[in-house]
């Protein structure tokens, strides 16, 4: 139990262009999500907290226009790369609180 | 700032031996700690979670301890195999509810056939 996927696990875009990337909680449902981004041989960062229903919240130093997102229902939350570059080409990570933390698979994003 | 740091970055082991990952973190006021795996371009595998009552958890080769008066958690592996190779990532939540986890670099482990 407590499965979280995402999708796509890899894309690659032109930059300029806008990515989605999908959170889903396969078998329980989670009013809180969470995105990370890791950059190469680094730890995970903490990216910003979506609710479901409401705004996320952003960690400091974290483009809110530029990473939409997204918590439409109780299973699904979605983060929007929105005009990516190639500096945007990362990890990301999302997580799903269900007493604690259920991490997926990842994304990996390049942004040519 | 509540800040996790791991110590090494980098290890490499033969096959066999015992071997001890360590984890520390400032404000000792924790609420849990979590021990993590990460496969090289894969998600993250929670190995442990030690509630800030707990003093150890065990699962199977793995036994983690914490220790909130000194800031510090060590995740000890024994019998080591090479399929034990890679990155263990350390974690702490410093309040309840849905948390937001704090991460250490991590500790990039090789185990050597």
């Known amino acids: 139990g407590a499965v979280v996927s995402q999708h796509p696990s890899w894309v690659i875009c032109k930059s300029g262009t806008s990515v989605k990337i999908e959170c889903r909680s396969l078998?329980?449902?989670?009013?809180?999500m969470f995105w990370y981004r890791q950059f190469p041989k680094q730890s995970l960062m903490l990216m910003a907290t979506s609710n479901e229903g409401s705004k996320a919240t952003y960690e400091q130093g974290v483009e809110k226009d530029k990473f939409l997102i997204n918590h439409a229902s109780l299973t699904l939350s979605t983060l929007t790369v929105t005009s990516a570059h190639p500096e945007d080409s990362s990890f990301y990570i999302c997580?799903?609180?269900?007493?604690?933390?259920?991490f997926g698979p990842g994304t990996r994003l390049t942004v040519t | 700032k509540q800040e996790v740091t791991q110590i090494p970055a980098a290890l490499s082991v033969p096959e066999g031996e015992n071997l001890v990952l360590n984890c520390s973190f400032t404000d000792s006021a924790i609420y849990n700690l979590q021990w993590f795996r990460q496969d090289p371009g894969k998600g993250l595998t929670s190995l442990l979670l030690i509630q800030s009552s707990q003093r150890e958890q065990t699962s199977g080769r793995l036994n983690a301890s914490l220790d909130k008066s000194s800031g510090r958690s060590t995740l000890y592996i024994a019998a080591s195999q090479p399929g034990d190779s890679a990155t263990y990532l350390c974690a702490v939540s410093w309040r309840a509810g849905a948390q937001k986890l704090v991460f250490g670099q991590g500790t990039r482990l090789t185990i050597n056939p």
């Open positions: 078998d329980f449902q989670a009013t809180t």
């Open positions: 997580s799903a609180d269900h007493v604690q933390q259920y």
